[in-house]
């Protein structure tokens, strides 16, 4: 039995040794971090408390390996992030997501702020706590995976063999998460009490906008009784009537239903059915006449409605008009359904791989149209890892470049953190409009952010284990987690009281904007369970893109202002 014991021993460095010990960590750290505590569970941030714990009793990878996979890892999880933010990166900049952004932006601020004033409380260069162990637990204070990441990888590019301030920064946000999770659900309450607010009050009038939401594409049947418009062709009335909206089924007074053309007129008592945005609603019924509450669905003849997936390449990226489909095929397209939204279906708006085409017509004329745009599920399952691995090329080079900034002893580089994120954003959101595909399920997705932050933390674990004890378990890691216990519900507090006092934000979404500005899912997870809506998810993923990327580059820059 020794060649098992050789394998299970603390200290081997053997590559089978290496992989076991990994598969322990990262399946033990998942299992583990899925039990809930008073409903709030660590999740996959488990894992670094396992390779932390194994580390302690000797555990050990070999130098290379171990900085290998922790910076691979890292680049897929910052890579697979940025791909799933960047298509909402810049919208989230509109309406009402400037002012949830900027009061993201707020907390990020007051976070760095509280976190310098305990660094010169406690004497600055000279007190106890270094600033990089300082910036280790501001990262575990916001319970921010990859600004530690970022931190670490800004200190080693620095200096390459300051390993040990990079194990300083993990044992600093190992101390101080388990207390930023729960930190933040504690301040939820405290703002819910503070300002007594009824739950069911918010949930109501979150129920009731979303009533009158003005995104959706909103599908509603006139009958044509102005006498203004009859004899109108169809191109006719969209220069009448400056709103956007398809008109997708025509059914005239004998029954019959047809899918009109530009050049199809309007005659009195028809039946339109019309996709327009629901605050246009009233313009319709002045202009052709009113609401007739009608079920299509039921009506019998050649003419159906259809979803079309759109796999195939070469239409990635093309505007809609482009496809000429009501002279091409005689169909009309009334909306497009993009990653579970619900978008109008303008001329100007660019295909992406995935969507799905809502359209209207007869069932040959969708099956060639079908055949035209690809329609295969099957497509989509498989990965797209040319643009993964062409962005993660260019994301390194970026991530390469160096910036020099006054005030800084060096110059300042986004990293294989950084670079790999800012170009994840990017071709995201604008690949499409130059052909590049950048679709991947969200599935594939998930696994990639999933396997790289297991890796990372592992490996985080798994370093920091030896000294960790020594470190943290005394007066100054005591320190370590009222520090960032601090930053954690101080600034937290004062962006849900101005949210709330000032702004009178729905509660609901002030809970996804402290969940989404501190990019914590245990804590959505408690809002969603709150709320029994997605009014926290709504006002997570407005400010979890700026929130991410901010956090990645505060945590760099704090290292280089005082390395």
Same mark, same amino acid.
């Given at each position: ?19 076991? +010990? ?30 932390? $714990? ?16 922790? =910076? ?11 791909? %799933? ?71 080693? %590019? ?8 990079? %194990? ?32 069911? =009050? =918010?949930?109501? =009038? ?10 959706? !594409? ?52 028809? $039946?339109? +059915? ?27 003849? !050649? ?81 797209? +890892? ?33 670079? !790999? ?70 600034? +937290? ?19 996804? $904007? ?50």
């Amino acid at each position: 039995m020794e060649w098992i014991i050789d394998l299970l021993r603390p200290g081997s460095e053997s590559l089978a040794s290496t992989i076991l +010990l990994y598969s322990f960590v990262i399946f033990a750290g998942i299992f583990l971090g899925k039990i809930k505590i008073f409903g709030v569970s660590l999740g996959v941030t488990f894992v670094l408390f396992v390779g932390i $714990l194994l580390g302690h009793f000797g555990y050990v990878v070999q130098g290379d390996t171990l900085h290998f996979l922790r =910076e691979f890892g890292l680049i897929l999880f910052i890579f697979s992030i940025g791909m %799933q933010v960047g298509p909402g990166f810049f919208s989230s900049f509109k309406e009402g997501g400037i002012r949830l952004n900027a009061l993201a932006l707020t907390g990020i601020a007051l976070n760095v702020v509280i976190m310098l004033a305990i660094y010169y409380i406690q004497g600055g260069a000279d007190g106890s706590t270094t600033i990089d162990q300082l910036v280790g637990v501001l990262s575990g204070a916001v319970t921010n995976t990859p600004g530690l990441g970022a931190a670490q990888q800004t200190v080693l %590019q620095v200096n390459p063999d300051a390993y040990d301030i990079s %194990q300083q920064m993990s044992m600093g946000y190992a101390a101080a998460y388990p207390l930023g999770v729960v930190g933040i659900i504690l301040t939820m309450i405290v703002i819910k009490k503070i300002f007594k607010i009824n739950v069911d =009050e =918010e949930i109501r =009038e979150v129920e009731e906008h979303n009533n009158d939401s003005q995104l959706a !594409p909103h599908v509603v049947t006139f009958q044509v009784t102005n006498n203004l418009i009859m004899g109108l062709s169809i191109v006719k009335l969209h220069t009448l009537i400056s709103a956007n909206f398809v008109i997708s089924r025509i059914q005239k007074p004998d029954g019959s239903v047809i899918i009109p053309t530009a050049e199809d007129v309007l005659e009195e008592n028809d $039946l339109v +059915l019309i996709v327009c945005s629901v605050q246009d609603e009233e313009i319709f019924t002045r202009f052709i006449g009113p609401m007739v509450d009608k079920k299509w669905e039921m009506v019998q003849g !050649p003419v159906v409605s259809r979803r079309i997936l759109v796999t195939k390449t070469e239409y990635n990226g093309v505007k809609l008009g482009s496809l000429r489909l009501r002279m091409g095929y005689k169909l009309n397209a009334t909306r497009i359904n993009r990653a579970g939204v619900d978008l109008l279906a303008t001329p100007s708006l660019r295909l992406q791989m995935g969507d799905r085409i809502t359209v209207v017509g007869k069932l040959a004329d969708i099956e060639r149209l079908a055949d035209k745009l690809g329609n295969s599920m099957k497509r989509l399952n498989e990965p797209n +890892l040319v643009t993964m691995f062409i962005g993660i090329f260019l994301g390194i080079l970026v991530g390469s470049i160096p910036l020099q900034f006054p005030g800084m002893s060096v110059p300042m580089k986004l990293g294989l953190a950084g670079g !790999p994120l800012v170009v994840a954003i990017l071709i995201s959101a604008y690949g499409p409009k130059i052909h590049l595909v950048t679709y991947t399920n969200s599935s594939a997705n998930l696994l990639l952010r999933e396997i790289g932050i297991c890796l990372f933390l592992a490996s985080v674990g798994i370093a920091a284990g030896k000294d960790f004890a020594a470190t943290v378990f005394n007066e100054t890691g005591l320190l370590w987690v009222v520090y960032g216990f601090f930053i954690t519900v101080i600034p +937290l507090l004062i962006v849900g009281i101005i949210a709330r006092g000032k702004y009178k934000l729905n509660y609901l979404s002030i809970l996804g $904007l402290m969940s989404g500005g501190y990019t914590d899912p245990p804590a959505l997870a408690y809002g969603n369970k709150v709320a029994n809506n997605d009014a926290p998810a709504v006002a997570y993923s407005t400010v979890y893109p700026l929130t991410m990327f901010m956090r990645v580059i505060v945590a760099q820059v704090l290292i280089l202002c005082f390395l």
